[in-house]
């Protein structure tokens, strides 16, 4: 396992903009058939599923804490430790698919490429190195500047379908506003992962290039949003991963 970060102390977090949330209604979206193929589910050793994407044929962007046994709650800003150690990477199974039930295993990871602090405020970012190259998909990329305030981007993700409930869809939402920015995170006007589904990518509208991985479920003037964690701001910890 390899840790890296540009410093110690985690970015600050938008927990000032709004408070988290433990859990959040099944997501809304439409069923992203094909549109998004670098868009994989993790399965975290049969216990819970998340979003990543793939930013080369052998190295997959998620949330630190879908990758992570957590210390404690993700609530922020934290009141502690809140990563007790990374989970076996070889645990971790990337699905190609667009439905879990019908997606295909490519590989399993073998390293992860995390953040050097055990919080995730404003630190919810993880590089999952693969065992197989994935190299019949077209990999995105990060986009080295961020989003900002009253931009829009487009969330993939796989959760629950907001109309049936159902689990392990992956959906994509269009025109998602960004409400507030700080350095390490974006809060955007959906709420586009629950508590199994995060993750997933926020994609510029424009060129398609990875701004933000969805990191937690806020509430904001009672309304469902989400967290980001700015993809910007860990610009080095990706370049040490590819």
Same mark, same amino acid.
């Given at each position: 396992? *390899?840790?890296?970060?540009?410093?110690?102390?985690?970015?600050?977090?938008?927990?000032?903009?709004?408070?988290?949330?433990?859990?959040?209604?099944?997501?809304?979206?439409?069923?992203?058939?094909?549109? =998004?193929? %670098?868009?994989?589910?993790?399965?975290? %050793?049969?216990?819970? @599923?998340?979003?990543?994407?793939?930013?080369? $044929? =052998?190295?997959?962007?998620?949330?630190?804490?879908?990758?992570?046994?957590? $210390?404690?709650?993700?609530?922020?800003?934290?009141?502690?430790?809140?990563?007790?150690?990374?989970?076996?990477?070889?645990?971790?199974?990337?699905? +190609?698919?667009? =439905?879990?039930?019908?997606?295909? /295993?490519?590989?399993?990871?073998?390293? @992860?490429?995390?953040?050097?602090?055990?919080?995730?405020?404003?630190?919810?970012?993880?590089?999952? @190195?693969?065992? /197989?190259?994935?190299?019949?998909?077209?990999?995105?990329?990060?986009?080295?500047?961020?989003?900002?305030?009253?931009?829009?981007?487009?969330?993939? #993700?796989?959760?629950?379908?907001?109309? #049936?409930?159902?689990?392990?869809?992956? *959906? +994509?939402?269009?025109?998602?506003?960004?409400?507030?920015?700080?350095? %390490?995170? @974006?809060?955007?006007? /959906?709420?586009?992962?629950? /508590?199994?589904?995060?993750?997933?990518? $926020?994609?510029?509208? #424009?060129?398609?290039?990875?701004?933000?991985?969805?990191?937690?479920?806020?509430?904001?003037?009672?309304?469902?949003?989400?967290?980001?964690?700015? %993809?910007?701001?860990?610009?080095?910890? +990706?370049?040490?991963?590819?």
């Amino acid at each position: 396992m *390899l840790l890296v970060a540009c410093s110690g102390d985690p970015p600050p977090s938008i927990a000032a903009i709004a408070p988290s949330v433990d859990q959040a209604a099944p997501v809304s979206g439409t069923p992203d058939r094909g549109d =998004d193929p %670098a868009v994989v589910a993790l399965d975290l %050793a049969g216990q819970r @599923l998340c979003t990543g994407a793939l930013i080369a $044929a =052998d190295v997959v962007i998620t949330a630190r804490h879908c990758v992570s046994i957590l $210390a404690g709650s993700v609530d922020c800003p934290a009141k502690g430790a809140q990563v007790s150690r990374s989970s076996p990477a070889q645990s971790i199974r990337v699905l +190609v698919g667009d =439905d879990v039930s019908s997606a295909v /295993e490519r590989a399993r990871g073998r390293a @992860l490429v995390v953040p050097a602090t055990d919080s995730l405020c404003g630190a919810d970012i993880a590089l999952l @190195l693969l065992d /197989e190259p994935i190299d019949d998909v077209q990999a995105l990329t990060v986009r080295p500047t961020g989003a900002a305030n009253g931009d829009r981007v487009r969330s993939v #993700t796989f959760g629950h379908f907001k109309s #049936t409930g159902t689990l392990a869809t992956k *959906l +994509v939402l269009d025109h998602v506003s960004v409400l507030g920015t700080t350095p %390490a995170e @974006l809060l955007v006007g /959906e709420a586009p992962c629950d /508590e199994d589904g995060c993750g997933g990518p $926020a994609l510029d509208e #424009t060129s398609g290039q990875i701004v933000g991985v969805a990191s937690r479920s806020v509430s904001s003037n009672a309304a469902a949003s989400n967290a980001y964690t700015r %993809a910007d701001a860990f610009v080095a910890l +990706v370049d040490q991963a590819l």
